[in-house]
């Protein structure tokens, strides 16, 4: 996938410059991290949508081009409009690839527990993301874990995860990421809590947030 994000500097601010832009279909952002002073540019808010919804979300490494000048960055956070859901704003952190950086990374369940299947238990998705501090360029795009085996009692702490791996955890080892528990009267709420897909919009803050 083309992970190429073209980007103008702008020379002003607020919200004059951001309705002007919009109006040319783009968004503010700001560029900012490493030893350069920060930057106010303009980008597309198609092309960052298409890069926010790969595979990698907000942990894709984008070459961002910025007048003919080509620098590594990931997006730190984004705004979104309340109601629209579009994208307003984003801040993008300039990488240096020999430099690990700390990033959350989205957890991915696979299979039905047999101890949901066969004991009437209930799988209960604690975390959906985890912290983790890696090299740029080997940064996970989803961590996977397999639920088939899993009973009522049975867990998922980050140590059983991170074992092997590129990266090392910085939530703490002892963190429960999924478990199954037994059925009881009002589990109706974790029981939707464990359905429930996480979606990358839901990383960004809203308008309303501000």
Request: no cysteine.
């Given at each position: 996938m083309d992970t190429t994000l073209e980007a103008v500097v702008r020379e002003s601010r607020g919200k004059n410059e951001a309705?002007?832009?919009?109006?040319?279909?783009?968004?503010?952002?700001?560029?900012?991290?490493?030893?350069?002073?920060?930057?106010?540019?303009a980008v597309s808010p198609k092309e960052l949508s298409r890069l926010l919804h790969s595979e990698a979300g907000l942990n894709t490494l984008i070459d961002l081009k910025v007048d003919g000048t080509t620098t590594k960055v990931i997006v730190k956070d984004f705004l979104l409009q309340p109601v629209t859901h579009q994208l307003l704003h984003a801040d993008f952190y300039r990488v240096n690839l020999e430099k690990k950086v700390q990033v959350k990374v989205a957890v991915r369940l696979h299979g039905e527990p047999k101890g949901?299947?066969?004991?009437?238990?209930?799988?209960?998705?604690?975390?959906?993301?985890?912290?983790?501090?890696?090299?740029?360029?080997?940064?996970?795009?989803?961590?996977?874990?397999?639920?088939?085996?899993?009973?009522?009692?049975?867990?998922?702490?980050?140590?059983?995860?991170?074992a092997g791996q590129k990266w090392t955890p910085v939530s703490s080892a002892d963190m429960m990421i999924v478990h199954v528990v037994g059925a009881r009267v009002g589990s109706d709420?974790?029981?939707?809590?464990?359905?429930?897909?996480?979606?990358?919009?839901?990383?960004?803050?809203?308008?309303?947030?501000k």
């Open positions: 309705r002007r832009l919009r109006v040319k279909g783009q968004i503010p952002a700001v560029v900012y991290g490493g030893s350069q002073p920060a930057q106010a540019v949901v299947k066969v004991q009437g238990g209930v799988l209960d998705f604690v975390h959906r993301e985890i912290e983790v501090e890696s090299l740029p360029t080997e940064i996970p795009e989803h961590i996977d874990i397999d639920v088939t085996g899993m009973m009522i009692g049975d867990g998922v702490h980050v140590k059983d995860v991170a709420e974790a029981a939707g809590a464990a359905t429930a897909e996480p979606e990358v919009a839901k990383k960004g803050k809203t308008d309303k947030d």
